[in-house]
């Protein structure tokens, strides 16, 4: 069978945007109240605790994204370099991501729309919004690109007008003391406030798509991390200055009532929609990463053939976009607490920092070429640093959150096994079949070889 390969149609700018909309979601414009609450005006040191993972987390994309520009780099360099089940459980954890996360942020896009139609159906709207992205994503990724721009730029340029305008604002009785419940409070907030950060890997899925990956890789990481990390920052030490953090933590649209404290009455509507622009970026970026990923497992045969193809209209994995599509609207049934529900899903996320981070050791031994000729390289010093600091890190946030979320945490351990029992049987067939994993993924890491060096020389001639 012809390997299909996705033809490279992002630049530098637009995948910044992607990822941008990606990982700044509809979070920021709810979890501030509700972290508030928890650990009162220091809530901007627990998303500064939260960069920390963050920070490692780029740069194990940057590496992975440099060296292996192929569809789901996670999936391929996790399952090269460790074990395929490994690689295999990313791509499960990706789909129960979009089983749950899809549908809470299409239920938070719903949420905002209230604004302006409080009597239609909220499940109405939370599927109209999925099936809208979907019909997009369909048309191809350009469309997709072109309408997250717009999105982006829109909800960013509000962000930064609250909280560059509240800085002149602030009430600096407010932020005193500065954590009232104590710093345990602000450590425990950390976890669910890191969920605002996951996403930089989802880069990952999408590097087959990247123009010259190995320059742009690493400026994608770099430039959304440091966009990602003032807006953050700035948002969440601005907002407990404007409302006290009790009152907040009782408040559903924290930025919107902060904005009415010094912009005028309009401008609270224009955080709403800000908001379900955020929304929709998000479940954007869920459609284009899950559908690549589902894609690239097909390809190794591990997901069914049918999803081994592309639309012949925009050389893209239609079938597999479908298929995210349909999931998240399944998954609309299923509601929950936002807060639990990031602290469930930052789980998921720092498992594979934990698995990552022992990949990264092993990577100079088990892809010596790709490592020794990556224009992006860290030194072996920092893959180990990195590796520590993503098992540490990662070891301590899960142990914190089973802490306070022990029923969905197993629960979420429950699903994951059960991708471990798919991919157990579907080996077993392929094996009879005489296919080998093996040499399926040696095809994903000679292309990563062969669009690296056409890369390089592209550079080289330019």
């Not at 490279?8 to 109240?33: D, W, Y």
């Not at 998303?47 to 963050?54: D, G, H, T, V």
């Not at 690493?218 to 009152?247: C, D, K, M, R």
């Amino acid at each position: 069978m012809t390997t299909v390969r996705l033809e490279r149609k992002v630049g530098l700018a637009g995948a910044v945007f992607l990822m941008v909309g990606n990982v700044v979601g509809a979070s920021i414009f709810i979890l501030p109240g509700t972290l508030a609450g928890i650990a009162g005006p220091a809530i901007f040191i627990a998303y500064l605790i939260a960069i920390i993972p963050a920070f490692f987390n780029t740069l194990v994309a940057a590496q992975v994204g440099s060296i292996l520009p192929v569809s789901a780099a996670d999936y391929v360099f996790t399952s090269t370099v460790l074990h395929p089940l490994l690689g295999f459980l990313k791509v499960w954890a990706a789909m129960l991501g979009a089983l749950v996360g899809g549908p809470i942020l299409a239920y938070g896009f719903a949420d905002y729309f209230a604004f302006f139609a409080p009597d239609v159906n909220r499940v109405t709207i939370a599927c109209l919004i999925v099936i809208s992205i979907m019909i997009i994503n369909l048309m191809g990724i350009r469309s997709s690109v072109k309408i997250q721009m717009v999105m982006v730029s829109l909800f960013v340029s509000a962000l930064l007008i609250l909280a560059i305008g509240g800085l002149f604002y602030i009430d600096g009785e407010l932020l005193t003391p500065i954590a009232p419940l104590g710093w345990g409070a602000v450590l425990a907030a950390a976890v669910p406030a890191y969920y605002s950060y996951t996403g930089f890997t989802m880069l990952l899925s999408i590097t087959e798509e990247i123009k010259n990956p190995v320059r742009n890789v690493p400026l994608i990481t770099l430039y959304t991390f440091l966009i990602v990390a003032f807006i953050y920052t700035s948002v969440t030490f601005v907002v407990p200055g404007l409302i006290h953090w009790q009152e907040l933590g009782l408040i559903v649209a924290p930025l919107s009532a902060a904005a009415a404290v010094f912009l005028p009455e309009w401008y609270s509507t224009a955080i709403t929609v800000a908001a379900l622009f955020a929304a929709g970026t998000s479940i954007n970026m869920i459609i284009i990463t899950v559908s690549r990923s589902f894609f690239a497992v097909a390809r190794n045969r591990i997901w069914p053939q049918i999803f081994n193809r592309v639309s012949r209209h925009t050389g893209e994995p239609d079938t597999t976009i479908l298929l995210v599509g349909v999931i998240i609207l399944i998954g609309i049934g299923l509601q929950g607490n936002i807060a639990q529900y990031a602290s469930v899903s930052v789980i998921g996320w720092m498992l594979y920092g934990i698995i990552w981070g022992v990949a990264l050791v092993r990577l100079p031994k088990m892809l010596p070429d790709h490592y020794n000729n990556a224009q992006f390289k860290l030194s072996k010093s920092w893959l180990w640093v990195t590796a520590a600091a993503n098992i540490l890190i990662g070891i301590l946030f899960i142990f914190i959150a089973v802490r306070d979320n022990t029923g969905p945490a197993m629960g979420y351990f429950f699903l994951l096994s059960l991708g471990a029992v798919y991919y157990y049987f579907r080996q077993k067939i392929l094996a009879k079949e005489g296919v080998s994993l093996e040499a399926l993924l040696k095809n994903e890491t000679d292309e990563a070889t062969r669009a690296t060096r056409e890369a390089v020389t592209k550079d080289m001639k330019t």
